[in-house]
């Protein structure tokens, strides 16, 4: 119980840390909303593969800034880790919302990655490891142009920690709190200024309406970003809320 307690709190006083730290730079407040739905098909006690989509845009003025549809597939391994390889296709607009035309343009994005889940008491911890590729369509001013040319690499990472929340109210209706904070490091020739690309923070709860099978999910993120230039940021204040559910073919083909 009281690692537990030592792990949130560290976690809760770098995010502190961090936010302040950032008051002090020249930043940009943004505000958004995203919606995403998540699916994972599990295959066997080994393998899933994991889908999802999601809707991302502006709030005043309301102006779509990012969709998104990616897949992997992942391999659970006996000692607790999952290994995971797959893509995204982005579709991205204009940093900053403005009048006339937003130009949306394509990114294809290869990924591997590993998790880690552990469980400590009613605490959950997990760490995920991302490392992505970033391949831009061709733009030629304010159109786009044939092909694709690579980016730069990016590595993520992850801790979240889950702990059940119990209400006499909800004692049929599991809810889970969700903490994380992730970090998103740029490297490759193209990079000068921002090595350090962005870090999110996230608080959310978690209602398993259908236990393992459907869960709808909302929480605020704070999203911490350098501009490639190096010397201004973006800070955005996003609504998130998200739908999962879990299509497990193997426990279908013991009927």
């Given at each position: 119980m009281i690692r537990q307690v030592i792990l949130v709190a560290i976690l809760a006083l770098c995010m502190l840390a961090f936010n302040s730290t950032n008051a002090q730079k020249s930043v940009l407040q943004q505000?958004?909303?995203?919606?995403?739905?998540?699916?994972?098909?599990?295959?066997?006690?080994?393998?899933?593969?994991?889908?999802d989509v999601q809707e991302r845009h502006f709030i005043n003025p309301t102006q779509q800034h990012q969709f998104l549809m990616r897949t992997h597939l992942h391999y659970r391994t006996p000692n607790g880790w999952s290994i995971g390889a797959g893509g995204s296709l982005f579709i991205v607009g204009n940093a900053i919302?403005?009048?006339?035309?937003?130009?949306?343009?394509?990114e294809l994005r290869p990924h591997i990655e590993f998790n880690h889940k552990t469980q400590s008491g009613l605490l959950g911890i997990s760490h995920r490891y991302r490392f992505e590729a970033?391949?831009?369509?061709?733009?030629?001013?304010?159109?786009?142009?044939?092909?694709?040319?690579?980016?730069?690499?990016?590595?993520?990472?992850?801790?979240?920690?889950?702990?059940?929340?119990?209400?006499?109210?909800?004692?049929?209706?599991?809810?889970?709190?969700?903490?994380?904070?992730?970090?998103?490091?740029?490297?490759?020739?193209?990079?000068?200024?921002?090595?350090?690309?962005?870090n999110r923070i996230y608080l959310g709860?978690?209602?398993?309406?259908?236990?393992?099978?459907?869960?709808?999910?909302?929480?605020?993120?704070?999203?911490?970003?350098?501009r490639a230039a190096g010397n201004t940021y973006f800070m955005r204040h996003i609504f998130y809320v998200s739908v999962q559910q879990k299509i497990d073919l193997s426990a279908q083909k013991k009927l």
């Open positions: 505000q958004q909303l995203w919606y995403a739905c998540y699916n994972t098909l599990v295959f066997n006690k080994q393998w899933q593969l994991l889908t919302p403005r009048n006339g035309k937003n130009l949306m343009v394509p970033r391949f831009f369509h061709n733009t030629t001013g304010s159109e786009l142009a044939e092909g694709y040319t690579f980016g730069n690499f990016r590595a993520r990472y992850r801790l979240g920690v889950e702990w059940p929340v119990k209400f006499a109210s909800n004692t049929g209706l599991p809810l889970k709190l969700k903490l994380a904070d992730e970090v998103h490091l740029n490297f490759g020739g193209n990079i000068t200024y921002n090595t350090f690309d962005q709860l978690a209602c398993d309406f259908l236990p393992d099978v459907l869960t709808l999910e909302t929480g605020y993120l704070n999203w911490f970003q350098q």
